[in-house]
């Protein structure tokens, strides 16, 4: 399996991933022109778009894509351009690549999604996160709740360490900075801001992570440890109310 990761808008991530026939998904195409151009630079076939979320910076491709190549569509919201949603868990999607699970993590939004497909013999298991988790962050809150994403995120963490994470948007650097205006004394994340900044100079995006990285550095998915309780004075709180009060400094930042 081969991953591109486009870049679309200001600062949305499309991946496109390939089978070695070339047979392709899209993931969260914020637009078409970046897909159908990449498609034809490297002789791909699309023939299956999965969206994360319905917010339109995820979905705005789609109807073209859907119209040009014929390709099939599967995304959690009810609309005309999607041509089916998940039932509830365990549902899985059948795509070029395996057996995708359609992981169901509210929270950013009521419908939002990921997708993982585990590790095979030659590949490494992927999650596509869109705004739920970030590098080192996760989603704002808009028609989810931090209860729902509290455990959206737990789901997520208890993926193997290895999963590779692809998410929707490049926000590495700022939520680094922001890790750090909790943990100042945090010396590895300084180093991660740091590695972070230069490969962002160079142009290069910081997808994919870990599920095991993101479970060492990013605070959010950290709500539970002794380290963020003791900063937020909340040694006893359930930990879903540990990160609420998290997303809300980082909704001030
Ligand atoms: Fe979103």
């Known amino acids: ?30 637009e078409s022109r970046p897909v159908l151009d990449c498609l034809k630079r490297k002789n791909l076939t699309l023939s299956l778009i999965l969206t994360t979320h319905s917010h339109a910076d995820h979905t705005g491709g789609i109807e073209t ?12 919201h009810i609309d005309s351009i999607i041509d089916s949603g998940p039932k509830p868990e365990p549902h899985k999607i059948d795509s070029p ?10 929270g950013h939004t009521n419908d939002s999604v990921c997708y993982y497909l585990p590790a095979s013999t030659s590949s490494a298991g992927v999650v596509f996160t869109g705004d739920t988790l970030f590098v080192n962050g996760c989603g704002r809150l808009f028609s989810g709740d931090a209860q729902s994403l509290w455990q959206s995120l737990r ?18 650097e700022e939520n680094y900075r922001f890790a750090l205006t909790i943990e100042p004394d945090n010396t590895a994340i300084r180093t991660r801001l ?13 997808v994919p992570s870990t599920i095991g990285r993101e479970k060492q550095f990013n605070p959010f998915l950290r709500a539970d440890t002794t380290p963020i309780r003791r900063v937020l004075s909340m040694p006893d709180a359930p930990a879903w109310e540990v990160f609420a009060e998290l997303r809300k400094r980082k909704d001030r930042m």
């Not at 972070?196 to 910081?206: C, D, E, F, M």
């Open 1 to 30: 399996m081969e991953i591109t990761i486009l870049t679309a808008l200001q600062d949305n991530y499309i991946y496109l991933a390939a089978d070695h026939t070339g047979n392709t998904l899209a993931v969260d195409p914020a």
């Open 65 to 76: 894509l859907k119209r040009k190549t014929g390709c099939r569509v599967f995304g959690p």
């Open 97 to 106: 690549l395996g057996l995708f699970q359609v992981l169901l993590t509210p």
């Open 155 to 172: 789901t997520l963490a208890a993926l193997p360490d290895e999963t590779l994470v692809y998410c929707g948007h490049e926000y590495a």
């Open 194 to 206: 740091h590695e972070t900044q230069q490969a962002l100079r160079k142009g290069l995006p910081t």
